[in-house]
């Protein structure tokens, strides 16, 4: 598909038909997601795909809880993506964050989700970003390593209603840029 034509298709879906997400389609978005840039290469983003229908309800059962539980309704999506990241991917990137005060782990996981997301869109698949879970939860059910946080979660399978290119609720273009200086 065009990129273009991905970038206009793709929105959130929330609704998934009751269909295994075939693997192949799995590795094509893993895929994507390796290409993606990193703060100094550090590459610091896993992936866990949670394919697994009882330890994906479990999981859902256990970051969707609390004041999460309006995204419970997530634990429905064919396969729960769990965006792992390493903080300090390796000494320079240690480093960097330490001089510049900004976290590129948060950039990096972020970048290689939208991969994931963009080709997924691509093969027809449905995703839907989810932040609003217990990441402590997420990280003690994933076991995650001391280091390694989970910022999001990706909803994939195939969507109820295909998707289709119908208007975004967005800004207006001119709305978004200045060029030379902020205002
Ligand atoms: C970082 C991030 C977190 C999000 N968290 C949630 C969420 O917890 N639950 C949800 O239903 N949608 C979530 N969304 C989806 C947004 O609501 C959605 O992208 C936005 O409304 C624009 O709609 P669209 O994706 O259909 O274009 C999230 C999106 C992003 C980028």
Known sequence: MELDK?????????????????????LACLEAARLAPSACNGQPTHFVIL????IKED???AVFAGRFLPCRFFKNAPVLVAVCVKKNANLTVKAGQKIVG???YLTDQAIAAEHFV????DLGLGTCWV???????????????????????????YPKEKLKQTEHSRKKLEEIYSFNSYK
């Open 118 to 121: 963009l080709k997924a869109t």
């Open 131 to 157: 932040g609003w879970f217990s990441a402590k939860k997420a990280q003690e059910f994933l076991k995650t390593p001391r280091g390694v946080e989970v910022h999001t979660i990706i909803a994939l399978g």
């Open 51 to 54: 394919n697994d229908k009882k």
């Open 59 to 61: 999981f859902a059962n």
């Open 102 to 104: 900004r976290p590129f």
């Open 6 to 26: 991905v970038i206009k298709i793709r929105r959130s879906v929330r609704q998934f038909e009751n269909k295994e997400v075939k693997m192949e389609d799995i």
